[in-house]
């Protein structure tokens, strides 16, 4: 199976840019209702993850808690506890679960390392759950 059909496409996607500032992530976050956004460079390649834990701590470290200094302070300067492992577009559907089990999303790139989209672990649940159903439909009708 192509992972593209489980694809979330970037044009639908809530992300971060890498010179954002600790406000506008902030605020990106709390706009999208999601804990984890990735973060995008300039020319479009995935550089990582923030997440809500990550900008509490470096709110904490770097703003000594005054909300106004998270305008200046850049996201990348913010330390990530660890970031959402990419697929690339040709990925199997094995490596894909794989890495989804421990990610909420997985982010897709193409052979440029563009970020394309991303794929959320609810969709492949989704997937898997509406054929288990059929499949034990199936079986009880047999």
């Not at 999208?32 to 993850?49: E, F, N, Q, R, V």
Request: charged share 25%; glycine share 4%; hydrophobic share 40%.
């Amino acid at each position: 199976m192509n992972i593209l059909f489980f694809l979330t496409p970037k044009a639908s996607c809530s992300y971060l840019r890498a010179d954002d500032s600790m406000r506008q992530a902030l605020e990106r976050m709390e706009a999208s209702g999601y804990a984890a956004l990735p973060i995008l460079a300039k020319d479009g390649s995935y550089c990582g993850t923030l997440t809500e834990g990550d900008l509490l701590w470096a709110i904490k470290n770097l703003c000594t808690m005054d909300i106004r200094a998270t305008e200046d302070h850049g996201i990348m300067e913010i330390g990530h506890r660890r970031d959402n492992r990419p697929v690339r577009v040709d990925t199997n559907m094995e490596d894909l679960l794989t890495t989804a089990m421990d990610q909420n999303f997985v982010p897709v790139v193409d052979d440029r390392n563009t970020f394309i989209g991303i794929i959320t672990r609810k969709a492949i649940m989704q997937y898997f759950m509406k054929h288990y159903i059929a499949l034990e439909a199936e079986a009880a009708r047999a």
